[in-house]
């Protein structure tokens, strides 16, 4: 009986030896430009005992003195760094050969593009610069499988139409939200500068619209520009103004005939919007539209000169200039 009393005793000497080399580790993850990495994971090398940083960066785990720590972070390179008392100070380093793999999704967070459960398409700086638009949109057609983007109309200036995945209403808007720099924005990508553009994702899917509320489920369009992307702790003030000068020109015009006025089978007949009236050649004057009016007795006997009036059309067109 003292025997087994023994090794009882034993045994929990040898447990609290055990439990007393078990150590809570604290510290903090940021990059080299110190900023805190949130989601960042801690895992004791060699076990399944892991933890992850909160959004400050910050993290507590409970460990054997001197195990080894592996911290890794996406788009980032791992490090490993030993298990103390004192607070452990972690700055991960970018990994180049993974950061094609991040993508920002909503709220500035990166994630990778094989862990999402939604369809997205990056656009990098590199593609827009290929096609000198003054227009971002115009820049994007072709490059992104299933967006359209038509040209609303001819005129200088107006957004073209950008739909993703077709349209889901007849009532509604079905455009696409656009963020710059994680701020919902109602401007058209015609008010952003191609050459301030840094990145540019497309959320597509139901599921991605999750991200944004209804206001998303007609896609959500991410711009990161170059300007807006600051980092924390360099304070700095920045102002850009730029203008944008169109000038428009009519590049072609149906041609008129200057033979016939206006009526049907040659005849004259004011107020018909016919072009095969009486030859101009066989009238020098012709009663005048209003003679006919009884609400305009000034023009009852008045008449006006039937001749041809060439470049009428083009007259009423000149070169204008537009500013953005």
Not at 12 to 31: C, K, M, Y
Not at 210 to 231: A, F, M, P, W
């Amino acid at each position: 009986m003292k025997i087994n009393y023994y090794y009882f005793f034993m045994f929990l000497f040898l447990n609290t030896i055990s439990f007393a080399q078990e150590i809570e580790v604290s510290g903090t993850v940021s990059s080299e430009d110190g900023l805190p990495l949130p989601g960042a994971t801690i895992v004791v090398k060699d076990t399944s005992t892991g933890t992850q940083t909160d959004f400050d960066g910050n993290f507590t785990i409970n460990t054997k003195r001197g195990a080894i720590l592996v911290i890794s972070y996406l788009g980032f390179k791992d490090q490993e760094a030993s298990a103390s008392s004192s607070p452990l100070t972690i700055t991960l380093v970018e990994d180049e050969n993974t950061l094609d793999e991040v993508i920002v999704t909503a709220q500035g967070i990166s994630k990778s593009k094989k862990s999402l459960g939604y369809a997205i398409s990056k656009v990098a700086s590199e593609e827009i610069e290929q096609r000198p638009e003054a227009d971002v949109s115009r820049t994007l057609q072709g490059k992104i499988a299933g967006v359209q983007i038509t040209a609303s109309s001819g005129s200088t200036g107006n957004a073209p139409l950008i739909r993703i995945r077709s349209s889901l209403s007849l009532t509604q808007s079905n455009g696409p939200l656009i963020v710059i720099n994680n701020v919902l924005s109602n401007a058209s990508l015609i008010d952003i500068d191609p050459n301030d553009i840094k990145s540019v994702n497309i959320l597509k899917g139901l599921n991605a619209s999750v991200l944004y509320g209804s206001e998303g489920r007609n896609g959500v369009i991410l711009i990161e520009t170059i300007s807006g992307s600051g980092k924390l702790g360099k304070k700095s003030f920045k102002a850009s103004v730029s203008q944008t000068t169109y000038t428009n020109e009519v590049a072609n015009l149906p041609e008129y005939q200057n033979t016939y006025g206006v009526g049907n089978n040659q005849q004259i007949s004011i107020g018909n919007t016919g072009s095969f009236g009486a030859p101009f050649a066989d009238f020098d004057e012709v009663p005048h539209p209003l003679s006919g009016n009884p609400s305009f007795p000034e023009f009852a006997n008045a008449t006006v000169p039937y001749t041809a009036a060439p470049n009428n059309v083009k007259d009423s067109f000149r070169k204008c200039k537009r500013f953005f």
